[in-house]
């Protein structure tokens, strides 16, 4: 009795490790019906596609009808063989015959594991078959969205241009919708291959290359500003956030006190113009540079001719003194009057001087007529007389 007992705990221990037993051919009353790959993995929408083979051992060959049983309800299954539907195949004896199962997985099935099982029935034989099928589910897009370079400094006039990738995780096909929120004065737009872009398609599990462009329409203060950029396709979305480090820049502009930029100028004779330099930018101007392109032969001098600094708002008086050339010829000529800020580019202003001949020449000219004169009626009347 005990060694009975032992007998059967060995068996049953044997059993427990060998697990389940996997499919093999299954031999009937004289056909045996197997597949090479029995269990397979597919995803929705997915057409799968079992090789059969048949082989009858009876003497007799004949007709094998060909089913199903088990198949999950909506799927679609056919027979196939020399390029045909068929419902049955004809079977010689020790010659092997094959038949194709295609199987057709719906789109809106649950992932899990589908079993059914192929049966194979003639005139005196039979045989059945199991198959296994895995429906691996398609994952729903999902979206990421990470910038190279997220924090960006520049001045109120720079584009701030961030690279990022836009990548869709899912198994599906989406077409992504872009979206930023900005702070009040900067307009932002997308370029995906130099192209302005709102949205565009991802591939299943594909990533694109996007900028994200940012600039102000508008003079800004100096300052932090952040963007927020989302990414949108369908139930999914991505958002990253975005800096823009904006730095004062001075502004400056040149004037006159009464806003023309125009003058008269005697020709060999000094002539002070006063000027205005102004800062209208968002930081202040420091070691402002004077200088001027002016005629040949001319001479122009600026007191002072470098300013230690123009504050923010604030102008700053200068006094230009413009002298042509003593042999310059009447007219209009242009004076182009330039000032440059420590670490900034020149901002200029063009003058229009108007060269005239000096008054003191008109004068002695008259004086010498009138001696000329005198010295004509004098002789006259003093020979005459003789």
């Not at 060694?3 to 037993?21: K, Y």
């Not at 806003?259 to 330099?277: A, D, F, K, M, W």
Request: glycine share 8%; proline share 7%.
């Amino acid at each position: 009795m005990r060694r009975n007992w032992a007998v059967f705990f060995l068996l049953a221990t044997l059993i427990a490790l060998a697990g389940p037993f996997p499919a093999r051919a299954q031999e009937g009353q004289g056909l045996t019906l197997f597949c090479d790959y029995p269990a397979r993995v597919a995803e929705l929408g997915e057409t799968v596609t079992f090789n059969l083979t048949l082989r009858l051992t009876a003497s007799t060959p004949q007709t094998v009808y060909l089913d199903l049983q088990g198949l999950p309800e909506g799927w679609e299954a056919t027979f196939r063989g020399g390029g045909n539907v068929v419902r049955a195949v004809y079977v010689e004896p020790d010659k092997d015959a094959t038949v194709s199962l295609r199987v057709v997985v719906p789109d809106n099935v649950p992932g899990d594991t589908y079993r059914w099982t192929v049966t194979a029935r003639g005139e005196s034989v039979s045989a059945e078959f199991p198959l296994e099928l895995t429906v691996a589910a398609k994952l729903p897009p999902r979206l990421s969205l990470s910038v190279d370079l997220p924090t960006l400094r520049g001045s109120s006039t720079t584009t701030f241009r961030y690279d990022a990738t836009l990548k869709n995780e899912g198994d599906e096909e989406t077409t992504v919708n872009l979206q930023a929120t900005a702070p009040e004065g900067f307009l932002v737009s997308f370029k995906y291959m130099g192209q302005d872009v709102t949205s565009l398609p991802v591939g299943a599990n594909e990533s694109k290359r996007i900028s994200i462009e940012a600039r102000a329409y508008t003079q800004v203060a100096a300052g932090t500003y952040p963007i927020e950029v989302t990414a949108v396709g369908g139930e999914s979305q991505a958002s990253v956030s975005l800096t823009a480090e904006v730095t004062g820049q001075p502004d400056l502009t040149i004037r006159t006190p009464d806003e023309r930029l125009s003058t008269q100028v005697y020709t060999g004779r000094e002539t002070p113009i006063q000027l205005l330099v102004q800062n209208t930018g968002s930081a202040p101007a420091l070691n402002v540079e004077l200088s001027a392109s002016p005629p040949s032969g001319w001479s122009v001098r600026f007191e002072p001719d470098r300013i230690p600094e123009i504050p923010v708002g604030q102008q700053v008086e200068i006094t230009m003194h413009v002298k042509p050339a003593d042999k310059a010829v009447a007219g209009d000529y242009m004076l182009t009057v330039r000032a440059r800020p420590q670490d900034g580019g020149y901002e200029s202003a063009d003058f229009r001087i108007t060269v005239l001949t000096s008054t003191l020449w008109g004068v002695a000219g008259i004086i010498l007529i009138a001696v000329a004169v005198l010295v004509v009626a004098w002789a006259v009347m003093r020979f005459g007389r003789r």
